[in-house]
């Protein structure tokens, strides 16, 4: 198999699964999973220059300028050169795809197609632990303790761009944003869609793809 660090992109509206698809395909494969959404409010807790400017955008279910996030991205990739990598959120527009164009050629992008109820389900549902970044769901995969972060014991707190009102807004903005982004990988012939509402049904599958261009870490063959 190719020695050739891993270039790759998962895309996908909010709630898709890309967080949750990342998370398992870093394990997998000790992929370094990078959530630019993780990235942004990371700094807004830190309350940087650039999480000041972000936490009005991300209240509001908007994107953050282009430059902003492509810069912030810059910098963490620039930090993982000698490490393969996975990117969950970014590129989000045809400007972030073609800045990403000038310092990479992707291998492998990962298209996430989920029915629009579905996605309001989920994020209505969805939990998270500001400090880490983990994802829960309390239907899919819940905590251990109500409202419990299961390793820390922190407290888990909902997204104020998953109520209802913002999620509207996010997916017909991310509509609008990923078509060209989508248009422009396919013509590449790098794209690949997974359609379903079931994490675990798409995820064999997405398994079965990326074992084709990096070798699990816990495979008998890499053993
Ligand atoms: N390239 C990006 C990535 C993220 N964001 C901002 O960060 C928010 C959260 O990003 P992310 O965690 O990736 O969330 P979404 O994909 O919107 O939802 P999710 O976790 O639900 O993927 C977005 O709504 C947007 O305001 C952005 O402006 N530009
Ligand atoms: N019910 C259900 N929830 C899921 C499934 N896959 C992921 N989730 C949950 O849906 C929410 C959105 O998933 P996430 O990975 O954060 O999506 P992202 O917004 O694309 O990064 C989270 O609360 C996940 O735990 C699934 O197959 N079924």
Same mark, same amino acid.
């Given at each position: ?16 699964? +890309?967080?949750?698809? /990342? ?8 992929? !370094?999973?990078? $959530?630019?959404?993780?990235?942004? =409010? ?13 936490? !009005? &955008? ?23 050169? $000698? ?12 400007? !972030? ?6 310092? /990479? ?16 389900? =989920?994020?209505?549902? =969805? ?22 972060? %299961? ?6 707190? !909902? ?5 209802? %009102? ?6 017909? +903005? &991310? ?11 396919? $013509? ?22 990326? $074992? ?7 495979? +008998?063959?890499?053993?």
């Amino acid at each position: 198999m190719a020695s050739k660090l891993l270039r790759a992109v998962v895309l996908g509206p909010p709630g898709s699964g +890309k967080g949750t698809v /990342c998370q398992r395909i870093a394990e997998s494969f000790g992929l !370094q999973h990078l $959530s630019s959404g993780h990235f942004l =409010r990371e700094n807004i807790r830190a309350k940087s220059e650039v999480g000041v400017l972000a936490k !009005q &955008y991300l209240e509001q279910g908007l994107l953050v300028p282009d430059h902003v996030i492509t810069s912030v991205m810059m910098m963490e990739l620039e930090k993982k050169q $000698s490490q393969h990598w996975l990117l969950d959120g970014f590129p989000r527009t045809l400007v !972030q795809a073609e800045a990403l164009d000038r310092i /990479c050629d992707l291998d492998l992008v990962i298209n996430l197609n989920i029915p629009f109820e579905t996605l309001k389900d =989920r994020l209505s549902a =969805r939990w998270i632990h500001p400090a880490s970044g983990r994802v829960y769901n309390m239907e899919f995969n819940p905590p251990d303790v109500h409202g419990i972060d %299961d390793i820390t014991g922190e407290p888990l707190i !909902q997204r104020e761009d998953d109520k209802p %009102d913002a999620v509207a807004v996010r997916l017909r +903005k &991310y509509k609008e944003a990923a078509k060209p982004v989508i248009e422009l990988y396919k $013509s590449r012939g790098v794209l690949h869609s997974f359609s379903g509402t079931e994490t675990n049904k798409i995820w064999p599958y997405v398994y079965t793809l990326v $074992s084709s261009k990096v070798r699990p870490v816990h495979s +008998k063959e890499a053993n």
